[in-house]
């Protein structure tokens, strides 16, 4: 049975590590993740949470002592930002490479230089490549069940890899809304128990973490490769139970109003929503436009989305975090490498937007709409690399 809740992001995201009993959170605070491991110790304190609650010295502390707990037998899981995403850098890489399911909260937010506080993805889309899977999350729903969603998937015999569950800082992290939590017995009974066919504890000791040579180096790099491409089948499957659980339906993407859409905006969370407004708002005046909403962006799921933009003739991808590489931002290089087996591909614009927080306005995602059009009339894309939101631009 359901039960109702106004909680803010960060609260949904507490309330579900403290459902799935974890065995050690440790954490270090930054803006504005730092209210996550704040509520959660309140959770300790009041003896509803029998977690062992490890207030480290930094960031790259904190994501140590989650793989040194993980590789004992247990469950572990922490929250950070921006800089303290970074700092836990080395970390992600070790967590990944060693296979152990640890689970990440990114609330996201830009990172410095100039310091900013507010959302972009800068912090989780610059860790795109440590070998984490990446789930994203539109609003404070989406952040719990992913969460909870995220353990079961971490753990699966044939994934064993971390999983961060990234959501917009400030935007949903601090903004209340209404929710449905699942009772504990519920979340006990679908995540199940973490048994690892090794334990540092266990009779017969292991090394984890050891000096690779070239001799073996490369067949780890390997076997973790084919643990991501193989995870999307299992994030299939426990979505699915997911959705029989709690009547919510997830997928890979979300797909809005793209039966027939002629021009389409590929985009990430919160700003999903603003995106929506407009999308109707055009389909009322007879407009063929559609939204795909990303939710699983590690593993990239390119079949499918190339299945979904086939009949498409204009796509803009909307990136809220910048490569730095002149040819477009992170999405926009994936999204577009999957188009290229098409027949007949999309012509496919990137638009940054959103940096350091900068508001998403309606006007914004219409003139996105806009500029397909005149790619379409056009018949070629014209300029590939776009900002919208800048002054003066």
Request: hydrophobic share 40%.
């Amino acid at each position: 049975m359901a039960i109702r809740e106004r909680l803010s992001g960060n609260e949904a995201v507490a309330m579900a590590l403290k459902q799935i009993d974890l065995d050690v959170m440790a954490a270090y605070p930054i803006t504005p993740s730092t209210e996550v491991p704040q509520y959660f110790s309140q959770f300790v304190a009041d003896g509803k949470a029998g977690t062992e609650f490890v207030a480290v010295e930094s960031e790259h502390s904190a994501m140590s002592a989650c793989i040194a707990a993980v590789a004992c037998g247990g469950r572990a899981a922490t929250a950070t930002s921006a800089c303290g995403l970074a700092l836990m850098w080395e970390l992600l890489y070790v967590a990944s490479g060693t296979r152990l399911p640890v689970t990440l909260a990114v609330i996201n937010r830009s990172l410095s230089a100039p310091i900013n506080i507010n959302n972009d993805h800068s912090d989780s889309m610059g860790a795109r490549d440590s070998g984490w899977i990446q789930l994203y999350s539109e609003n404070n729903q989406e952040a719990y069940d992913n969460q909870i969603m995220s353990i079961r998937i971490a753990e699966h015999k044939d994934v064993m890899l971390p999983v961060m569950v990234c959501q917009d800082g400030f935007i949903t992290s601090h903004a209340i809304e209404n929710i449905e939590l699942l009772e504990d017995e519920a979340v006990t009974k679908f995540i199940g128990e973490y048994a690892p066919d090794w334990s540092l504890l266990a009779g017969n000791p292991v090394s984890v973490g050891p000096l690779d040579t070239p001799q073996f180096y490369f067949e780890h790099a390997y076997q973790r490769a084919r643990a991501m491409a193989g995870s999307k089948k299992v994030i299939l499957d426990v979505f699915k139970e997911f959705g029989e659980l709690t009547g919510r339906k997830y997928e890979l993407f979300e797909q809005y109003r793209m039966e027939d859409a002629e021009r389409a905006i590929i985009i990430l969370n919160s700003s999903a929503g603003t995106a929506r407004c407009v999308c109707d708002e055009l389909r009322d005046r007879g407009e063929k436009v559609g939204i795909i909403k990303l939710r699983v962006f590690r593993p990239f799921p390119m079949e499918e989305l190339a299945e979904a933009l086939s009949h498409v003739k204009a796509v803009a991808v909307m990136d809220k975090a910048d490569s730095f590489s002149a040819i477009g931002g992170p999405v926009f290089t994936d999204v577009r490498s999957a188009c290229y087996d098409l027949e007949k591909r999309p012509h496919l614009i990137n638009y940054i937007y959103g940096l350091g927080g900068r508001d998403v306005r309606l006007e914004d995602i219409r003139l996105v709409y806009n500029a397909l059009s005149e790619v379409v009339e056009a018949g070629k894309p014209g300029e590939i690399y776009r900002h919208v939101g800048v002054r003066g631009v």
